[in-house]
């Protein structure tokens, strides 16, 4: 059987939080929610926690000022098909991506690599033992605020990582914490929704993770959740800066909080590329 050609993907993850990446150069691909609805559907398409789409600055209405019009944009979607504004794992892998493809280069004169997002120009340097470096901007405590996951209450801290979050330090059994309802939260505070940690302390410098994301559930890892608890804990100990080794259910990221910024690095992996059937890819925007 011979498919008919339509757009070239590919697949990745960091640290089990996976993506499907749309090369998109030209700015010519149009990704509506139920394309990345039905590309994300482990059942009817290929499966993913989200989509990211490859292309432009200048090609995306919505992009933040200041980020020049060359400049390569993680064009990121949950796999609800919303937009979201980061992720840090999505742009370790985007940029492993645009490394491993030539559509960028980096080097030992010059390791890092710009890369535009719904939250800011973010700086990433990817090293040879295949860890990647984001530098994801200042982590903004905006006080406390509680949610209630699994019928009890849990009190956290909000945290701005360029997206939401509420970081809920719990004292133990985060294994047996029921993660695939829905949490329900402060919808004054979080008005485009949240993204909700819980946090374990895990011995001295570490923690543990688990994460319902905003528009997809709970997924084996997020990167800019794991900056939010990072700083959820140390705030926990009384310490403004500082890092974190964060376990998640996908595999270990460090994070690095400074008065300045915060600094995530984690695994980016490849594991596959081809191209979807035309015929397939245009039925999706039929009513």
Request: aromatic share 4%.
């Amino acid at each position: 059987m011979q498919l008919n050609r339509g757009p070239e993907f590919a697949k990745g993850n960091g640290t089990e939080n996976d993506f499907l990446i749309l090369p998109d150069p030209a700015g010519e691909l149009n990704l509506t929610p139920a394309r990345v609805r039905a590309l994300c559907d482990r059942r009817r398409g290929l499966g993913a926690d989200g989509v990211l789409r490859v292309v432009r600055t200048g090609d995306i209405d919505d992009a933040p000022a200041g980020i020049p019009a060359r400049t390569w944009f993680m064009d990121y979607r949950n796999a609800d098909g919303s937009i979201a504004e980061m992720c840090g794992n999505g742009v370790r892998v985007f940029a492993r991506y645009l490394v491993g493809t030539g559509l960028a280069e980096t080097s030992s004169e010059q390791p890092e690599l710009p890369i535009g997002t719904r939250a800011g120009l973010r700086t990433v340097s990817t090293h040879p033992d295949g860890q990647v470096s984001v530098d994801m901007g200042p982590a903004t405590v905006h006080g406390e605020s509680s949610a209630t996951v699994d019928g009890s209450s849990r009190k956290g801290l909000a945290v701005d990582v360029g997206n939401p979050h509420l970081a809920c330090v719990v004292q133990e059994g985060l294994e047996r914490v029921d993660l695939s309802a829905v949490p329900h939260y402060d919808a004054e505070l979080f008005t485009n929704g949240v993204n909700i940690e819980l946090v374990q302390d895990d011995g001295p410098g570490r923690v543990r993770m688990r994460v319902h994301e905003r528009g997809v559930g709970e997924t084996r890892s997020c990167g800019t959740g794991t900056v939010a608890a990072a700083v959820a804990s140390l705030h926990a100990d009384g310490h403004p800066t500082g890092r974190r080794i964060v376990e998640v259910p996908g595999g270990t990221v460090e994070v690095e909080v400074t008065a300045r910024t915060s600094v995530l690095t984690g695994p980016a992996v490849l594991v596959g590329h081809g191209r979807l059937d035309a015929d397939w890819w245009q039925r999706l925007d039929q009513p």
